[in-house]
């Protein structure tokens, strides 16, 4: 079964600073990998998708994504952090690649942006 | 274009009631998945309807039932609700096979159960 772990439930990082949100995956074949983002009382948006093509990912809001085969990893990275940026995040997995199928979600990141 | 929308946005029950959340799927869209978001954790796979069938399901008791009507929009029902069922419920579409994978979701439909 396809799994994700992400490994900080919670990153606090000030505006204007880098942001680093780390996801390892399971896949017992290549996977399609996501990234969502939640805000407050709302539903799930799209951030970026990764499915095979090229291993950066470039999402909306300035937000990038790396896939890495030999680290099993799928980071979400942004140069800058804005105040706007804090919500929950989730690292996903896609139970078939290719399909709509079952998706798995990580535990969830937390980021907070202080002043 | 309307997103994914569901149906009501809160809802209070009681332990041992039944209960219907309905979906429409964005436009386009004839897939639907249902999730559900207890606080603080991530969402987990209910069920997925296609073609008016369900498709998948996750692990999830037989009190969790859903249906998918012609126009493609779905309902989830719960039966003999326990206070555990108490969550953020997600409904999410997808395309047509070969239209990408991408499942968009909608706002959910928070339940507590009393």
């Known amino acids: 079964a396809q799994s994700v772990t992400q490994l900080d439930s919670h990153v606090s990082v000030s505006e204007g600073t880098p942001v680093l949100l780390r996801c390892n995956y399971s896949?017992?074949?290549?996977?399609?990998l996501f990234w969502y983002v939640q805000h407050p009382n709302k539903g799930l948006q799209l951030l970026l998708k990764?499915?095979?093509?090229?291993?950066l990912v470039k999402g909306i809001n300035g937000f990038e994504a790396e896939f890495k085969k030999s680290e099993t990893s799928f980071h979400l990275t942004k140069p800058s952090a804005h105040m706007s940026d804090a919500a929950e995040y989730f690292c996903v997995v896609s139970d078939i690649p290719g399909t709509a199928s079952k998706l798995t979600f990580g535990t969830g990141t937390r980021l907070q942006v202080t002043l | 274009d309307a997103g994914v929308t569901q149906s009501p946005t809160h809802l209070i029950k009681t332990r041992g009631q039944q209960v219907t959340l309905r979906c429409s799927p964005k436009?386009?869209?004839?897939?639907v998945s249902w999730y559900q978001q207890a606080l603080g954790q991530g969402p987990q796979f209910i069920f997925q309807y296609y073609e008016e069938e369900e498709r998948q399901r996750g692990n999830f008791p037989d009190r969790f039932s859903g249906h998918q009507f012609p126009n493609y929009s779905s309902e989830l029902n719960v039966n003999a609700l326990l206070l555990g069922d108490s969550a953020l419920y997600l409904c999410?579409?997808?395309?047509?096979?070969?239209?990408?994978?991408?499942?968009?979701f909608g706002p959910g439909t928070r339940l507590l159960v009393l």
């Open positions: 990764y499915t095979s093509a090229a291993t």
């Open positions: 896949s017992s074949y290549s996977p399609s």
């Open positions: 999410a579409s997808s395309p047509p096979s070969g239209g990408g994978e991408t499942q968009y």
């Open positions: 436009s386009g869209h004839d897939t």
